[in-house]
Nanobody, 125 residues
Framework: QVRLVESGGGSVQAGESLRLSCAAS????????MGWFRQAPGKGREGVAS???????RYADSVKGRFTISRDNAKNTLYLQMNSLTTEDTAQYYC???????????????????WGQGTQVTVSS
């Protein structure tokens, strides 16, 4: 049974940083494509960052240069380092997984069958 559990969310001031974690279990984590998504109130779910099994990363334009996705295959854990946070980053953040990786849009939420429950990030000015 695939399980994804996010942690690390919280409330911060604009300009501060947070690191999200996603602990994965129940599948071949090292072979999976992993993604971070977010959903703000009243908005659709947005792909933030993804990483494949070769550690190739993609980012949404809105977070490039500020966010970094990484993975630790020994710990079956996905990370999202978020720096220079702005109020626009306020959202519920989710991690997602798909096995195996492939030539599909890794920032499109409909391509991921497995999801965590989410963790809230709130940035105040």
């Amino acid at each position: 049974q695939v399980r994804l559990v996010e942690s690390g969310g919280g409330s911060v001031q604009a300009g501060e940083s947070l690191r999200l974690s996603c602990a994965a279990s129940g599948y071949a984590y090292s072979s999976a494509c992993m993604g971070w998504f977010r959903q703000a109130p009243g908005k659709g779910r947005e792909g933030v960052a993804s990483i494949d099994n070769f550690n190739s990363a993609r980012y949404a334009d809105s977070v490039k240069g500020r966010f970094t996705i990484s993975r630790d295959n020994a710990k079956n854990t996905l990370y999202l380092q978020m720096n220079s946070l702005t109020t626009e980053d306020t959202a519920q953040y989710y991690c997602a997984a798909r096995v195996p990786c492939g030539t599909w849009d890794t920032l499109a939420d409909y391509n991921y069958p497995y999801w965590g429950q989410g963790t809230q990030v709130t940035v105040s000015s």
